[in-house]
């Protein structure tokens, strides 16, 4: 066996490298690249999708939130009331992952059509507008984030309430705690390490897809991802993409520190030391 920095060295450091090499090169795909160190194109891209990258992050923090407030409450039905049930819960879970990310996307793509199942006997009633449409609008777009990465936040939950200790709550209860008050004093910062790793889980890969948006948005929901793709596979303009690429890096550790800070590494820590 390998030592571990081995292996983070190999799939890790090294392409990072690489990309930062390729960030800093000119040139084009038919004369090729060569290292000129040109700083400017983080300046360059930065400027040009500034846009993009912002309403990345927005859409990435709006799907986070949604699945926080979808995942938790199932989360907590699953660890506290499905009882002997609960591996069937969480395999159906779990069971739409085990067809294509793109596949499942799709769906959505066919459900919430103009006049697809659900639009379109709405608007022969008369209840919507013939005009009246959901695919390329950011409700669309944050609503196929929160639909594929809902698991990534349930999951992490699930296990950090499995870890709350009945005799703590039935102590809350000896005490004349309420229900609401035993959840938001005893529960609630339990779980916090599951909700900690649920949003990192689901805001960091939702900011950072292009499938979604590409299926289910349009011209004005462009995230940074579709940006990212058009740059490398269409465009061959390869420092501009891997330039991007660091550039969206960069904003989500920010983002990920920033939250870290606000909700205080310290507390998280202890409860799941408890």
Partial sequence: MLP??????????????????????????????RQTF?????ADVVETY???????????????TACALVGYPVAYWIAFRAGRHKSVFLF???????????????????????????LGPLKHLGVLPADFHVLATPYAVIGGLTYNFLPFMVLPVYVALERVDAKVIEAATDLYASR??????????????????????????????????????????TMVGNIIQTEYFTNLNYPAAAALSFVLMGALLL???????????DDVLEAAAR
């Avoid at 990072?16 to 090729?32: C, P």
């Avoid at 040109?38 to 983080?42: A, D, I, L």
């Fill in 180 to 221: 609401a008050g035993t959840f938001w004093r005893v529960v609630l910062p339990l779980s916090l390490p599951g909700v900690f790793a649920g949003v990192l889980l689901t805001f960091v890969p939702a900011s950072a897809d292009y499938v979604n948006a590409g299926i289910l948005g349009g011209p004005s929901t």
């Fill in 255 to 265: 983002a990920v520190f920033t939250y870290a800070r606000a909700l205080g590494t």
């Fill in 4 to 33: 571990g920095w081995l292996w983070l060295a190999a799939f890790f450091v090294t392409p990072v490298i690489v990309m930062v090499s390729l960030s800093l090169q000119t040139g084009d795909f038919i004369d090729g690249f």
């Fill in 50 to 64: 500034h846009v993009q990258l912002v309403r990345s992050l927005v859409y990435g923090a709006a799907a986070t």
């Fill in 38 to 42: 040109h700083f400017r194109t983080y």
């Fill in 92 to 118: 159906l879970l779990l069971l739409p992952f085990f067809v294509s990310f793109v596949i499942r996307t799709q769906s959505w793509n066919v459900v919430l059509a103009d006049n697809g199942v659900v």
